[in-house]
């Protein structure tokens, strides 16, 4: 583990979340900012650390992704689609509705990144190329069907979005008595931190999904077969073909893994943020997923903790405008949204000229094999 | 291999060819052809507020005036210039452009194209009168006073909430600094939280709807229940957000009622701009030759209660009533200025 580059990310943060503290105190208890800009930052982490861990499989096994934006479109789009057919047209309940969304969300990102495998490993095209054909061609579908489905009048639903099932409900963590019921047997009274706590903790499925998935992936990669063969792929795939791994297979098999995580990562937009479409809402989200993976060095832990910080960041963002009457006249810059914005892509390139640690990608990126 | 080209070959002749045996496309540049274009800004004919309102006001001017009518959806703001003169050279007759941010290359298309009508919606026309441009503008402050004001009087905690596009576009900015005015006018002691999305281009800074419900969120976390949305698809996210939340809810631009479904059993009302009839009226104006230059401006008021209206008591509503009174009649000002100081 790359200790040094953990260290740095959550110094970050945690100067971030204490200029917060600084300005906004005096209005509101500590705990209570901290709860709720953990809760953005997480809101917002979640369908970067999906983004990236998709990144961070196709890379691996040396498969450049740009794709993942259109991935994350694409799944957004079809996964509410099925939802909402399944809801509004098949009588389903709002759970079954969600589940068979995120179902064909996930599938949709495994579609369009098994096209993104066919073009790249198979007819070896540009992969950079490929990754633009893929979110040109999300952009297109989804903005196309969505005008024939729901905008003009004589379309299916008549120029109505029918009423959804709604998004995915919060999953109740009861940390809160666990910790009220430590502090009533020491006789102290801490309610406010409790229900804090179970605030950050009691996220939505996909949300925890996430975190869960960087472990998996974690292991997966590092501590199994399977993440060996597609390490090994990705580095030196000569030496791999030698060996007998079948190098074709395990860079289809990994994109398409990767196109599925993004799936998720669009599912998250429609059937857990909000529960509507909007033309182009991943706004540039797939490309910050990127940013993220390099910035954590291609590993599921590191992306994650990246993924924080452009979540924290907007946390930072929304909080200090929330508290801008507080906000002391000297620090007033810090009143221009554009300012704090640019933190993580500043830090990102900071990270890149290696000041804490060399950023390695995997050797054979981006490079098609041939035999 | 041949034979493939051949076929090819014979396909895109084909293709060529075709499109003359169709039905003909009316020729615009005859005199008694009326034909509206609309070019949208960056975003989508059918963002469920703006374009898609003014949109409608063209529709109307097809059904009633039997104009001929078409959009050019811009995708980069590079591309504003060229999508205008697409539809003027094609003699359209009157150019709908949709968005402050396209106010320059309007104004700067119609000294070259003087037969052609443009309507410019948002785009104020203080920098001097061009005859073949009228600008449809709004009073977003007064809008945006009216919800702030029923926002203040419906809080109980005391916190409202608006989650804005960018402040860098007057009529948004408007929006926000007439909510903060109207729920002072109530109670000054009431809190408004007002966060703008600034911190991305303009091409993104209404397109994120996530965005505009985690900020939604954050507002509510601190305490907020009504929270105001206001810009494009950011300010649908916020609106879906805060009613997901249990959070009153408040649209922009159009009736969000009937656009946002999800929303809709918690929204309190939407502050409107009568985008619609006022696009429709200039179109009139221009086709019966008497089109105004310079500003022309348009209706704002706000919303029905709709599902809530069991909730808002009586009085509130008296109040509501009383001050859109008093703003049409100009004894109660707003003081917000046209543009950001």
Known sequence: ?371 | MKKLYLVLTVLVLAALVLPACGPTTPDCTKEEVFCVGLVTDVGKIDDKSFNQSAWEGVKQAESELGAIVQYIETTDAKDYAKNIATFADEGYDVIVTVGFNLGVDTRAAAPTYPNVKFIGIDQDQFEGTIDNVSGLVFPEDQAGFLVGALAAMMTETGKVGGVFGTDAVPPVWRFGEGYRAGAAYIDPAVEVFVVYHSDVGFDKTFTDPEWGAATAKSMIDQGADVIFGGGGKTGNGAVEGAAQAGAYAIGVDSDQYYTLPNAAPRLLSSAMKLITPGVFDLIKLAKDGSFPAGNFYGDAGYAPYHDLDSMVPAEVKAKMEEIAAALLDGSLKTNVPPVKP
């Not at chain 1, 209005?27 to 998709?54: D, F, H, K, R, Y």
């Not at chain 1, 179902?103 to 490929?130: E, N, P, R, Y």
């Not at chain 1, 102290?188 to 409790?194: G, I, L, M, P």
């Open chain 1, 1 to 371: 583990m790359d200790w040094k580059r953990f260290g740095f990310i959550a110094l970050i943060i945690a100067v971030l979340f204490t200029i917060v503290v600084l300005i906004g105190g005096k209005s509101q208890p500590a705990i209570l900012i901290i709860s709720s800009m953990l809760g953005t930052t997480i809101a917002v982490a979640t369908p970067l650390t999906l983004g990236a861990l998709s990144g961070i499989y196709c890379e691996r096994s040396g498969v450049v992704n740009i794709g993942i934006e259109g991935m994350m479109l694409a799944a957004a789009f079809f996964g509410w689609l099925g939802a909402i057919y399944m809801s509004s047209i098949f009588g389903f309940q709002a759970l079954p509705s969600l589940l068979v969304g995120l179902l064909i969300a996930m599938l949709t990102g495994g579609l369009f990144a098994a096209l993104h495998a066919l073009l790249s490993v198979t007819f070896k095209v540009d992969q950079i190329i490929g990754g633009t054909v893929i979110n040109i061609l999300a952009v297109g579908v989804t903005g196309f069907l969505n005008r024939q489905l729901f905008f003009e009048k004589g379309s299916i639903f008549g120029g109505q979005v029918p009423h959804g099932p709604g998004t995915f409900t919060t999953i109740y963590i009861p940390i809160d008595k666990a910790v009220n019921g430590l502090c009533g047997l020491l006789g102290s009274d801490c309610s406010v931190a409790a229900k804090a706590a179970s605030d950050v903790l009691s996220q939505k499925p996909i949300a925890m999904a996430a975190v869960l998935l960087v472990v998996v992936s974690h292991y997966i990669l590092f501590n199994t077969r399977w993440g060996l063969r597609t390490r090994a792929v990705g580095e030196h795939p000569k030496a791999a073909d030698t060996v007998g791994i079948n190098v074709t297979f395990m860079r289809y098999a990994n994109v398409i893994i990767g196109g599925a995580l993004a799936g998720l990562g669009g599912a998250y937009m429609t059937l857990e943020s909000i529960a509507s479409f909007e033309p182009l809402m991943t706004n540039g989200r797939g490309f910050i997923a990127l940013a993220a993976m390099i910035f954590g060095n291609w590993t599921p832990f590191g992306a994650w903790s990246a993924a924080l910080v452009f979540g924290a960041s907007q946390a930072f963002q929304i909080k200090l405008q929330l508290f801008r009457e507080l906000i002391p006249a000297q620090w007033s810059f810090l009143q221009n949204a554009y300012v704090v914005g640019m933190v993580p892509y500043l830090l990102t390139m900071l990270i890149l000229t290696g000041i804490i640690g060399k950023n390695i990608p995997p050797a054979a990126d981006g490079v098609a094999y041939e035999k």
